[in-house]
């Protein structure tokens, strides 16, 4: 199952007063992946942070679905968008793997061997079912990726949000990521610097700078928009050539 | 300090195991209310930290090292409930799994470790806030002065106790005046990193120092050292207080194992004490004695120091009911 | 095996331990024993239980001056005078001390330390407690790890402190680190609201301790307590 995701005019400051967004708005069609790209700073990751309702604009309004993202929604808002945080460690906090993945099912009232179906599904569709009984901690930082992935994979999203998937990771960790993401059918958000990844996962992406989106459409086109990359800070991979046919995998 | 098994008798280690197990669950309950859901994330990964701090040591003098005790810290940072709280585990989880501390001297540990040094550092804490500019240059005065008092406390609790379930013949005065002397220097030590970190955390996340939560922002900035003279009177405050109780031996006696030696001649020219009694049996040098003036002080310390932990409690309690709970 | 039978008998073997009168010294001896024995069944290297019992080190060198600076008899030791009841007071803390850390070690040596905290809650200690010692377990390498570099960091900019006076950059360190961490915890209390947490942690199933468990246990607690009531007997 995936959901349909609208932002819109979402406005959000810190606590200390720093304006994280100022009003920005994108839609994503069910079951599409888009990318979501900027520089550092453009608030890409408070964002991913509204879609699943931990912040609450203070301008502007999200949906899933149906669903707009109020106080009175988040558990069930909770339950169908997934996010995939920046830094692993801050996902995987149990004492085991298997602990981890079972611990969003576990909290949505999935028990006994439903829960385990759940957990070794999980495990499986990242290539972790091996990492079930290790300690996050004794984990390299492709395997916590993955088994981050996992931890949010066995809820059974309609909705996947994750913020920088490849970053840290070896050559061989980064194709794992995306083998892994391109199979899933649920509506992907996906936040990155890498924009060869954009280009291979995501049709469509979008571009945000200092709290709002300046630019939307299909990956291609605007990574071929030089004078566009560079005035947000973008820039091609080395070698990397836009070729007429050189567009995305799905 | 990690006290380890039969150091104390049955009866120490089991009273002292109530003590800390009633103050904790007291505490325990207030972590609940002041961090809500956010409690075992945020009170686990400070326990993290206060575990990795103790862990290594910082140079005294010349090459020796000391470690950090950092229950005055947490309770400045977190809240006196919610630093007892994290010390505790950190304690119990040494003894359990490091095997630093004796499992049936539990009771004594965390009461000395952590119960004694937050709850007691606090309230001197507390006092020192009163007595200082209301700037972070008083926060990290007060810390600098409630860290070093929170270890000296901490090893006064270990003599009280030892006055009451020592398992050999050291005498109260010996063992008071070795290892609160001992303390009051590594206190040095406490003190500057308890306050040097405090003054890190205000620089960069004021809102994580509990104890500065009365600040605004202007005052918080006011980061000028505290006036020499009002520290000096501050800390000479403390001083004589610490001063007042030790000396006492001074006037009696000018050395604790001297006195043993006199002890000793006493023995062996024939009178005869039956230990059994009590643990000052042997110390009468000139008939009179010192057992009521020792009695006298080791009162008088441990009154300070169930003072300071009760005033820790207190201001604890008080602290969360007057706190806005939308600033927690 | 489930770790709460372990920590009972732990517990209750050096309550036993502790409670031994100190003029049993067969007694002591036939605990060493029983522990060397326990040592070798579960397979665990000697050289981890010593460097383990360091630990206990500091007091077990306390120890040693009591017998100098104790008063009561006096005895002559190689033309040393030393106190009777100080001597025996030494031996008292030395044996208890020592073995009650190797049951400690034992303890350690067969049972991870999450399903040690773990094996707590089902005795009943606090749910909230034990959570966040889970977390504090967890978090701890990360954290250690992170002061470690720190560490390493500085003296590669020539930071070799020896006097207090030069402690302020770790310290500035640690503060900052406090920060940091302190930050973690805001996120991961975000991951666990993103993946439905409300408050309390969810009953995830744990291995269970069997009566096989139980049995071992009470063979085990139950030789230790033989003999330390043998000595209370005795003595």
């Not at chain 2, 470690?67 to 585990?89: D, F, K, Q, R």
């Not at chain 3, 360091?54 to 030791?77: D, K, N």
């Not at chain 3, 390493?152 to 640690?174: E, K």
Request: proline share 4%.
């Amino acid at each position: 199952m995936s959901a349909r995701v609208v932002v819109d005019g979402v406005r959000f400051a810190y606590p200390d007063g720093r304006k994280a967004l100022r009003g920005a708005s994108l839609v994503v069609e069910a079951g599409e992946r888009l990318a979501v790209l900027g520089p550092n700073g453009a608030g890409k990751t408070t964002l991913a942070l509204h879609i699943n309702g931990i912040y609450e604009p203070q301008a502007g309004s999200v949906t899933i679905g149906d669903t707009p993202v109020t106080p009175e929604t988040l558990v069930e808002v909770r339950r169908r968008v997934g996010l995939v945080f920046q830094d692993s460690n801050d996902q995987l906090f149990m004492s085991s793997v298997y602990e981890d993945v079972a611990f969003g099912p576990a909290n949505l009232g999935v028990t006994g061997d439903q829960l385990e179906a759940r957990v070794a599904k999980a495990l499986a569709g990242v290539g972790a079912s091996e990492l079930s009984a290790r300690p996050p901690h004794h984990l390299s930082g492709g395997e916590k990726r993955r088994a981050a992935l996992a931890t949010v994979l066995s809820m059974e999203p309609d909705v996947l949000v994750i913020d920088e998937p490849s970053s840290g990771l070896d050559p061989a960790g980064r194709r794992d990521i995306i083998a892994t993401l391109l199979p899933l059918k649920m509506t992907q958000l996906i936040i990155t610097h890498d924009l060869a990844l954009a280009l291979e996962l995501c049709p469509r992406s979008v571009i945000m700078n200092e709290g709002v989106v300046v630019a939307d459409g299909p990956t291609r086109d605007l990574l071929a928009d030089d004078t566009l990359l560079s005035e947000n800070r973008l820039e091609l991979p080395y070698g990397l050539v836009l070729k007429r046919g050189n567009g995305s995998r799905s | 300090m990690h006290a380890p098994d039969g150091f104390l008798n049955a009866g120490t280690a089991v009273a002292t195991g109530a003590v800390s197990l009633g103050t904790v669950g007291l505490a325990l309950r207030q972590v609940r209310e002041r961090l809500k859901d956010k409690a075992v994330p945020l009170a686990g990964i400070t326990a993290a930290f206060v575990f990795a701090a103790q862990m290594f040591n910082f140079p005294v003098a010349a090459g020796t090292t000391g470690h950090l005790l950092g229950a005055a810290l947490a309770a400045i940072l977190l809240g006196p409930s919610v630093g007892v709280v994290v010390v505790t585990i950190v304690v119990v989880v040494q003894s359990l799994v490091f095997a630093d501390g004796g499992l049936t001297a539990l009771g004594y540990n965390i009461l000395n470790m952590a119960i004694v040094p937050a709850y007691g550092g606090y309230a001197v804490f507390r006092l020192f806030r009163r007595v200082l500019p209301k700037t972070g240059g008083g926060v990290i005065g007060a810390t600098f002065l409630a860290a070093w008092a929170s270890v000296v406390m901490s090893s006064m609790a270990f003599s009280v106790e030892w006055l009451f379930g020592a398992t050999a013949p050291v005498s109260f005065d010996a063992v008071f005046a070795a290892m609160v002397g001992v303390h009051v220097l590594i206190g040095a030590g406490e003190a500057i990193i308890s306050a040097t970190a405090v003054g890190a955390v205000l620089a960069s996340r004021a809102d994580l120092v509990s104890g500065a939560a009365d600040l605004n922002r202007r005052q918080l900035g006011d980061r000028r050292r505290v006036r020499t003279r009002t520290f000096a009177i501050a800390a000479l405050m403390v001083s004589l207080v610490f001063a007042a109780i030790v000396s006492q031996f001074a006037i009696d006696d000018p050395d604790g194992l001297e006195r043993v030696a006199e002890d000793t001649g006493f023995a062996e020219s024939g009178s005869e004490h039956a230990l059994a009694d009590s643990i000052f049996a042997d110390y009468a040098t000139s008939g009179v004695g010192n057992e009521p003036l020792s009695l006298a002080i080791a009162g008088a310390v441990g009154t300070l120091v169930t003072l300071a932990v009760a005033s820790g409690i207190f201001i604890g309690v008080r602290e969360r009911r007057s706190r806005d709970p939308a600033t927690v | 095996m489930a770790a709460e039978p372990k920590i009972v008998a732990a517990f209750l073997t050096v309550v036993a331990i502790a409670l031994t009168p100190r003029e049993a010294i067969w007694a002591f001896g036939v605990y060493a024993v029983l522990l060397v024995a326990l040592v070798r069944i579960a397979r665990i290297p000697y050289g981890f239980v010593m460097t383990r019992l360091v630990a206990v080190a500091p007091f077990v060198v306390f120890a040693l001056f009591i017998p100098f600076v104790a008063g009561g008899e006096r005895t002559e030791v190689i033309g040393v005078s030393v106190s009777i009841e100080g001597l025996w007071g030494a031996w008292n803390i030395y044996a208890k001390a020592l073995l009650g850390a190797s049951v400690s070690i034992l303890l350690t040596a067969t049972t991870e330390v999450s399903d040690v905290v773990r094996g707590l809650g089902v005795l009943r200690v606090p749910a909230v407690l034990t959570s966040i010692a889970l977390f504090m377990v967890r978090y701890l390498e990360l954290i250690a790890d992170e002061l470690g570099r720190m560490r390493v960091a500085m003296s590669a900019r020539g930071y070799d402190p020896r006097w207090l006076s030069q402690v302020r950059p770790i310290a500035n360190s640690a503060g900052a680190l406090f920060v940091r961490s302190y930050e973690r915890g805001e996120r991961v209390h975000a991951a666990m609201l993103s993946r439905g947490f409300s408050g309390t942690m969810p009953a995830l199933r744990h291995p269970t301790a069997t009566a096989t468990n139980w049995y071992a246990v009470i063979l085990v607690t139950g030789a230790f307590w033989v003999i330390a009531v043998g000595a209370m007997v005795v003595a």
